[in-house]
Antibody
C-alpha cells in the first residue's frame, strides 16, 4: 500500500523558517517524481512545485520559488519542503504527492494526509 | 497561468445524475484530471487525462471533454459522493487547480 506521511507542521512566527518532511513507503520512491501542493483554509489548492526522481531537477510556482525549496533523500525515501521567510498567507495544509505519467500528462495519483502550518505571531 | 473555473456548489438528490463542469482559460488538450476530497481527508484521484477512470474508482464516475471544456459526471449519485471536486491541468507549468465544486444534498 502506498503511504505518504508528512511531518514538521505547526505554529510558526512570520519571518521564520520551517522544514516539512514526507516519508514514503509501499513503492520505490526513487522511481517517481514528487510534488508539494498546499490547500488554504478557504480550500483553494495551490501547486508549489515538483522534483525529479533523482533530485536533479525541480520546478516551482513562480510566486514561491524564491522562498520554498524542494529536495529529497532517496536513501531515506523522504521528500522535503524548506520554507523560508514565512508569511500569514502561507497558512495552509501542505500535501506530499506522488506523480505519475499517464497517457496524457502528469497525474497526482497518491496524496499524503497533509501537514498543517499556521503562520501567526 | 492557466485558470480553471468551476461552479462553487451543486445541490443534488441521491440517485440523480450530476455533471460538474470545469472550464480552462486556454486549451489544455486532454491534460485534465479530477480529484475528490471528502471532509477532513486528502484529495483522491478519480479521473485522469479527461476521461480515464482511475483504478478502484466506481464506474458511476466518468469524465469527458477536451480543449477548454470538461465535465465530471456521477450517475447515479450516492451518499458517499458528497464531497468537494477539483479539476487540475497538467498541460503547462505551473500546474493549476479549479476552485472546487462542493456537491451538496438537496
Amino acid at each position: 500500500e502506498v503511504q505518504l506521511v508528512e511531518s514538521g507542521g505547526g505554529l510558526v512566527q512570520p519571518g521564520a523558517s520551517l522544514k516539512l518532511s514526507c516519508v514514503a513507503s509501499g513503492f520505490t520512491f526513487s522511481d517517481y517524481w514528487m510534488s508539494w501542493v498546499r490547500q488554504t483554509p478557504g480550500k483553494t489548492m495551490e501547486w508549489i512545485g515538483d522534483i525529479k526522481y533523482d533530485g536533479s531537477y525541480t520546478n516551482y510556482a513562480p510566486s514561491l520559488k524564491n522562498r520554498f525549496t524542494i529536495s529529497r533523500d532517496n536513501a531515506k525515501s523522504t521528500l522535503y519542503l524548506q520554507m523560508s521567510n514565512v508569511r500569514s498567507e502561507d497558512t495552509a495544509t501542505y500535501y506530499c504527492i506522488r506523480c505519475i505519467l499517464r497517457i496524457t500528462g502528469w497525474v497526482m495519483d497518491a496524496w499524503g494526509q497533509g501537514a498543517s502550518v499556521t503562520v501567526s505571531s | 497561468d492557466t485558470v480553471l473555473t468551476q461552479s462553487p456548489a451543486l445541490a443534488v438528490s441521491l440517485g440523480q445524475r450530476v455533471t460538474i463542469s470545469c472550464r480552462a482559460s486556454i486549451s489544455v488538450s486532454t491534460y485534465m484530471h479530477w480529484y475528490q476530497q471528502k471532509s477532513g481527508q486528502q484529495p483522491k484521484l478519480l479521473i485522469y487525462s479527461a476521461s480515464n477512470l482511475e483504478s478502484g474508482v466506481p464506474s458511476r464516475f466518468s469524465g469527458s471533454g477536451s480543449g477548454t471544456d470538461f465535465t465530471l459526471t456521477i450517475d447515479p449519485v450516492e451518499a458517499d459522493d458528497i464531497a468537494n471536486y477539483y479539476c487540475q491541468q497538467s498541460n503547462e507549468l505551473p500546474r493549476t487547480f479549479g476552485g472546487g465544486t462542493k456537491l451538496e444534498l438537496k
